[in-house]
């Protein structure tokens, strides 16, 4: 036999040049087996075969890329009315051009069931907006709510402080006019020890009707620019009540800012 085994210690299996530089042999290992899973991927879909579905689809897609002929009789219809390929519907030549896509249903749901999803989804986004705009208007009457009680809370205690300096002021000017008691109990600024505070209260439990520190301020303040000319808010003792008038502003806090 002319074919004989070759010897793989013979000189032309030693003597060949060989790439022996640190990781080539991995490399063309790596790139031969990534070849060869290439050609079974292409392997396998050539032999695959194709589901129901996918060749209707090539099927209708076939069939929708080609033009009526005559052999279809709307077609002949309206060439016997005059109708050439290519132009719009109608006496005008305002319509369509193409015929109306076909939209197959290809799932298992019903006819009218995309149209009901579609309405769901709009219901549902409706409602989202509903309640965002509820929570807005909500959160909008929370900080309403909220400056409202801030400006009463402002409002009392400039009126608490205004009612101390109208009490301070009319016990000075009630002390140099020579009186040793006040009009009204709370005319004067409570006493600071616990003695004297005890039996103001007493006095003031007895005497003193239920006002609010509003209407006391407001009746201490006329007082004091009825027996006084003076203004608390202006901190002036004016001339006379001419000067009083012209001059000051206002008898509340509001005509002063």
């Not at 005059?82 to 298992?108: H, W």
């Not at 400056?147 to 300096?165: I, S, Y």
């Not at 109208?166 to 020890?193: I, N, Y």
Request: aromatic share 6%; proline share 3%.
């Amino acid at each position: 036999m002319e074919d004989t085994e070759e010897d793989y210690m013979s000189e032309s299996f030693i003597n060949v040049d060989q790439d022996i530089r640190p990781g080539m042999p991995m490399l063309r290992r790596v790139k031969e087996t990534f070849k060869k899973e290439e050609k079974q991927k292409e392997a396998n879909q050539k032999s695959r075969q194709k589901s129901i579905k996918e060749k209707e689809q090539e099927q209708r897609d076939t069939a929708l890329n080609i033009a009526l002929g005559n052999e279809n009789k709307g077609f002949a219809m309206l060439q016997k009315m005059g109708y050439k390929s290519g132009q719009p519907l109608g006496k005008s030549g305002e319509g369509i051009i193409e015929p109306i896509p076909l939209n197959m249903n290809t799932g298992v749901s019903g006819l009218g069931h995309e149209e009901l999803k579609k309405r769901k989804a709009e219901e549902q986004m409706e409602n989202y907006r509903r309640k965002l705009h509820m929570r807005k208007q909500a959160e909008k009457q929370t900080a309403d709510l909220f400056k409202m009680r801030m400006k009463t809370k402002q409002e009392e205690m400039q009126v608490k402080r205004d009612l101390e300096k109208s009490q301070k002021a009319c016990h000075q000017l009630d002390m140099q006019k020579g009186l040793e008691l006040p009009r009204e109990v709370w005319f004067w600024l409570r006493p600071s020890t616990q003695k004297d505070v005890e039996q103001q209260d007493e006095e003031e439990e007895e005497e003193e009707d239920d006002l609010s520190a509003s209407d006391k301020l407001q009746i201490l303040t006329a007082y004091l620019r009825e027996h006084y000319l003076y203004c608390i808010w202006c901190g002036t003792a004016y001339e006379d009540q001419e000067d009083l008038s012209s001059n000051c502003p206002g008898d509340t806090f509001a005509d002063h800012e």
